[in-house]
């Protein structure tokens, strides 16, 4: 099995990881980590307060878009940055959705220094491909 | 792909499976032989495959990598038939450039750059959200500023009336629907009103170093060592909500309208379609915005550079050459085998370059041009060019915008590592102030394409004429 989670892959213009899970929840978890990843040291990151999420989308792409994009919202309105996420993602009757728990805290400056502001999460080389040992996909986020 | 060589600074890629024109690449031999590597030329492919596309989908030289849409792309678009695309204009909805020229010379501003630097920096926000605390938007000033744009501004004493005449659509785009920007764009908007952001975005203090035409420069108020101020900024996170949220409803309108596209970054709905003209409202609203953003921050600096020089604001003579967007889609009028038609054209990292006698180049410089704003990178320089005739007949009068990413931003990382680059930059007098030293890293000069390649290319291409050269003493950036 390649290895789980994110690694960020080299990109002219923007920001590229490559995702993995060895299920859908763990892709989505691997997308919340790689967007903090992006943006600071992870490691400073405490799970001080929690957060509810629940999204609906009719395909599993736009579901992760609109997963990311929702946790870029949280750190643009209130500077929430995530420590952990446990999304769980399933199909339904008109196509997906994820619910998840995610632990974090507010930016500290002393703390969290800013690698890079990311504005949008793209659809850019998204395909979420089922291999026999999981999902893969690239993320590319527009900084 | 198919490449022809049309002449010196001209390529084609023909017609041929679903595109419904050929592409046009505007480059000379050495970009060409560059971007063999890169995809932005099936960009440029799959940008002609948008039903009602006019002419060609067209590339500027400073043509790179984007989302759906190369940057540096042009489309005109039938405004009857045609499609609008938000991939056509970018997440940064008006991310755009706005010169001020003053009465200020070089030799009595060097001495007092670190202050004037200084000032800058602590009155004018940069980096990570939000904008100053003495500028709270109220939902009745949202409205405001997304229906009014740069006036907004102005009848709010951030500015001068006559500002608005020297920016492209005076500062405002018609047709803006405020209530069409949701409340999640609004909130994370209400607090960026009059702030820089990150990336490749920036205020600077420049100098005019070079003059290549001499009566257009003196039309556009600018002689060798005057002191000039560049600002480079967009819609922040508003507009990129817009974007994001409208690229959302794109998909399923695309699969709605039939349309079949090779890329779904590319997702377009018809424009006169429900969701095609929701998402021009707002755009709109949201390039109002920025209009608006910008007009903010050059108050701003002018307040900033007057206090630094301990002198009354007025003393310092700042005042507006011009104000382009880069990234936007706008209804305007062309003449097309000699039919006047209406095109809603998208330029994705490209600069409206109307010429001399065009009704909306303004008052002032209707002898010699609308003036083009192109940004180099914080150690070069900055051009300032004249929109042209022949802009007008082959690329719905646009021209080039700005350098171009040629390095990734970790190659930049790696290229700087062990140097300090602020101090190289002092070395080479320019004073630099950045909220992240990362983004320093990461926009270094030689990360970008030499602006004055792309510049000489429009320039001998007749897309737009080399005015004067513009060159950074102090920086502001994320």
Redesign the interface.
Known sequence: MAPQGFT?V????D?AARLRGATLDDLFGAAAGALTAAMTVPEAVAPRQSRAVTLEA?DL??LL??WV?ELL?LF??E?FLVAAARPSVAGHDRGWRVEAEISGET?D?ARH?????V??????G?RIERRADGYETLL?F?? | MKLERIDRHRWRIPRSGGMFVDGIVYADAQMMADLQNDQSLEQVRNVAHLPGIIGASLAMPDIHWGYGFPIGGVAGMDAEEGVVSPGGVGYDINCGVRLLASALRREEVSPHLREIVTHLYNNVPTGVGEGRRDLRLSSDDMRGVLSEGAAWAVTRGLGEADDLDRIEENGALPNADPDLVSDRARQRGATQLGSLGSGNHFLEVQYVAEIYDEPVAAAFGLVKDQITVMIHSGSRGLGHQVCQEHLRVMVDAARTYGITLPDRQLCCAPIRSPEGRQYLAAMAAAANFAFANRQVMSHWARESIAAALGVAPGRTGLHVVYDVCHNIAKFETFQIDGKERRVCVHRKGSTRAYPAGHPQTPAAYRDVGQPVLIPGDMGRYSYVLAGTARAQAQTFGSTCHGAGRKMSRSQAKRAVRGRDLIEDLERRGIYIRAAGMATVAEEMPEAYKDVADVVRIVHEAGLSTRVAQLRPIGVIKG
């Open positions: 960020f080299d990109h002219t213009a920001v009719a792409e736009l878009v609109d994009g919202y643009e309105t500077q930016r400056p220094p800013v690698k890079v502001l504005k949008a999460v793209t659809f850019h998204l590319v527009d900084i």
